[in-house]
């Protein structure tokens, strides 16, 4: 492992050694990943985390973003479609050739066939289970969901031929077909499934011990945000600036994402205020609003999470007389909506949890109506995917996008469509 400070690349016997520290300059190492079990992270991996979420340094993110980011990171090393292929096909081999010599004593002749059956039924098996697992990403259950299709058509094309040519068998044929036929359909049917709900690969107790040790070794990361503070008193503001209004307002369903936005001076490349819907900040709430309501044509863009508190944002900011109750003003739904989710070609990280799902059953009937059944059942089953787990540069172009048109790019391939509730 490479010291981040000197670049001097360090074994284990070399840190062990040195007590955890660089042989060159003594700068201690945060991770040790011969000691963290199946989640291996290192220093240099941990530092080129924070470069990338934040662009050369350049972007303000949160703990919560990084958390995602580092997540998603350790994910990108799961499953792989060519090494599933070639890991199927030596080992197809392996089976046949070793397992079946050894079973030949017992079952002879009959040995070569019953060892890469039993291979061929737990390599689909294997397969299935991954296209299920809460622990792999959605890009990782499509490839093995297309792993399955895959290994169906090696059993149909190489079975079918070794059952007649050599075998001369139609107990083997029969056999042959009914294992890749099931394949295939098991891995036809998984893609076509919706996203499945994940879990993180590690806890959030951990990664703040990684973040607390690594500022405590490194320094504070400049660009990782604190929790947004409230500051009830009101700021002091120049008269004159008050006198003028927005032309666009952005709410967010959490002081979290406001304050990434602001941080991040989306307000000022954009002409726009931006708030949250519990007031943040608060020390220019009143004041924001006072020269907002000056604007009668005021649009409005609410950005909230895919949850049943987001899903409510509309509906507050109609009905508050805090926001816009009786007002007719324009307001732009630029998501995250369960359709919007749904609608993507790569998937997004969903959570599940029960008080989401109890949250989305007291949803208020005006709310509901807004969904169609299957948006419903999806919050009703517990789902929710946090705007958090998208970078600072993948939010600021969502809502660029949103803002500019009708259509949002959620990543490089997939769109939403932005629904106008005014």
């Known amino acids: 492992m490479k010291c981040i400070r000197c670049g001097t690349d360090n074994n284990l016997k070399d840190r062990t050694a040195n007590q955890g520290r660089c042989k060159n300059c003594s700068h201690p190492f945060v991770f040790e990943p011969t000691t963290m079990g199946a989640i291996k ?20 993110f949160t703990p919560k973003q990084l958390f995602y980011f580092l997540d998603n990171r350790l994910r990108k090393k799961s499953l792989n479609l060519f090494g599933l292929v070639f890991t199927y096909l030596f080992f197809s081999i392996w089976a046949t050739v070793f397992v079946g010599s050894i079973l030949s004593s017992i079952f002879q002749d009959t040995a070569f066939i019953l060892a890469p059956l039993i291979f061929n039924v737990v390599f689909i098996i294997y397969l299935f289970q991954q296209t299920k697992s809460i622990k792999i990403n959605y890009q990782g259950r499509k490839t093995a969901a297309r792993g399955l299709q895959i290994l169906g058509g090696v059993i149909l094309i190489i079975g079918i031929f070794t059952s007649i040519s050599v075998l001369d068998s139609f107990t083997a044929f029969t056999i042959c077909v009914i294992l890749g036929m099931t394949s295939i359909y098991l891995g036809t049917k998984q893609l076509s499934l919706s996203q499945l709900s994940q879990e993180f690969l590690f806890d959030n107790s951990q990664f703040q011990q990684w973040l607390s040790r690594w500022q405590q070794i490194n320094g504070s990361i400049h660009h990782i945000l604190p929790t947004p503070r409230e500051q009830n008193s009101p700021a002091s503001i120049n008269p004159d600036i008050t006198v003028y209004s927005f032309d666009r307002l952005v709410v967010c369903d959490s002081a979290n994402l406001a304050q990434i936005l602001i941080a991040n001076n989306f307000h000022f490349e954009n002409n726009c205020a931006i708030l949250s819907i519990t007031g943040y900040p608060q020390s220019i709430f009143a004041t924001t609003m006072e020269m907002l309501r000056r604007n009668p044509s005021l649009e409005v863009y ?84 946090e705007l958090e787990s998208f970078t600072p540069q993948r939010l600021i172009k969502i809502l660029n996008r949103g803002i500019a048109g009708t259509t949002i790019l959620v990543d490089d391939e997939s769109e939403y469509v932005v629904e106008n509730f005014g």
């Open 302 to 385: 609410a950005f909230h999470d895919c949850s049943p508190t987001g899903m409510s944002l509309i509906h507050n900011l109609r009905t508050s007389p805090q926001w816009f109750a009786d007002s007719n003003i324009k307001i732009i739904d630029v998501g995250l909506t369960p359709r919007q989710i749904m609608a993507t070609k790569r998937g997004m990280f969903i959570l599940s949890s029960t008080e989401s799902a109890q949250a989305a059953r007291q949803l208020l009937p005006e709310i509901k109506d807004r969904l169609s059944a299957e948006e419903l059942q999806w919050l009703e089953t517990g789902n929710f995917v």
């Open 41 to 60: 992270i290192t220093d240099p991996m941990f530092a080129k985390a924070i470069e990338k979420i934040s662009v050369n340094n350049t972007l303000f």
